[in-house]
């Protein structure tokens, strides 16, 4: 398992977070804790390693403008 976390720009309530959250568990083999103070995404992957760009391709997708920014 690997393990990063990210800073989300654009959450504002808890529905904000569950958005979030929903799209990122959307994804095949990841798992996602998302929080708004702070404003961040902890996301463990079991199979594959997504990249932060796909990560923020799907989370726009499904989501809407939030943005996903280095720690």
Avoid: W
Avoid at 8 to 30: D, F, T, Y
């Amino acid at each position: 398992m690997t393990k990063v976390i990210y800073n989300v720009k654009g959450m504002a309530c808890n529905h904000c977070v569950m958005h979030v959250q929903r799209a990122l568990e959307s994804i095949p083999g990841v798992k996602a804790f998302v929080t708004l103070d702070p404003a961040q995404a902890e996301i463990e992957f079991f199979d594959k390693v997504y990249s932060k760009s796909e990560l923020q391709s799907v989370i726009s997708e499904k989501a809407g403008d939030y943005i996903l920014e280095d720690k």
